[in-house]
């Protein structure tokens, strides 16, 4: 499987534009960082990607064909702040379940207690309520996540033991990630490769291959 960016351009208005002429891929059993300063695109185009935004130039692509985006979208997008990524009218055992019945060791391994379930948003702390959306991307039928920032805002156990999960069921699924991320610790220790938005907006190469990572004890750079 294949996600691929061909030539994709935004802008919320008619006359500016984020980025334009933006082409990547991303293949299956892949992790990728995406980096670069804040506010030169990452999550604007990572929304591209996942389909909550349309380009205004070129198409996303799975395996050679437009991704429509129609039923399931198999590109789920888990976001820094799970606050505004929930329906807060709705209660969590809804919200988890939205996409697809979530199997109970997936939550518990994800720590998430049963009790939460009948809760409101409004009653979790951000952390717990991560754990959710975090669940609820990890459909069998996801072939590409896309975490943008998805542990920033995270204490430091919680973030371990969601990345642990994250990439274990990446790798026996084979599924691709992109990681939109600052923390250069975490992308040395998972990553297969960096793409700097930046230089690519600038015409420079923007890719950076054949990094020496992941090494065993993957989490521990990170919360040091």
Request: proline share 4%.
């Amino acid at each position: 499987m294949r996600l691929e960016a061909k030539n994709i351009g935004f802008g919320y208005h008619q006359n500016s534009w984020i980025f334009k002429h933006i082409s990547l891929a991303v293949e299956s059993g892949e992790i990728v960082a995406l980096t670069g300063n804040s506010g030169c695109g990452k999550t604007t185009l990572a929304k591209v990607l996942a389909g909550y935004e349309k380009p205004r130039e070129g198409r996303v692509e799975l395996n050679g064909k437009a991704n429509t985006f129609a039923g399931y979208n198999p590109v789920q997008m888990i976001f820094q702040h799970p606050e505004k990524s929930v329906n807060p009218r709705w209660r969590i055992r809804d919200t988890v379940n939205e996409g697809w019945p979530v199997d109970r060791e997936l939550l518990h391994r994800l720590g998430i207690e049963e009790a939460w379930m009948n809760r409101w948003p409004n009653e979790l702390s951000g952390g717990e309520l991560q754990r959710f959306c975090v669940a609820r991307a990890l459909s069998p039928n996801t072939q590409f996540i896309i975490a943008d920032e998805m542990t920033t805002m995270l204490d430091a156990i919680t973030q371990a033991q969601i990345w642990e999960v994250v990439l274990d069921l990446v790798k026996q699924r084979n599924m691709g990630m992109i990681i939109v991320s600052h923390e250069e610790k975490l992308i040395k220790r998972i990553c297969d490769r960096v793409i700097d938005l930046e230089a690519v907006l600038n015409n420079c190469e923007g890719e950076i291959k054949n990094l020496d990572l992941k090494p065993d004890g993957l989490l521990v750079s990170q919360l040091e």
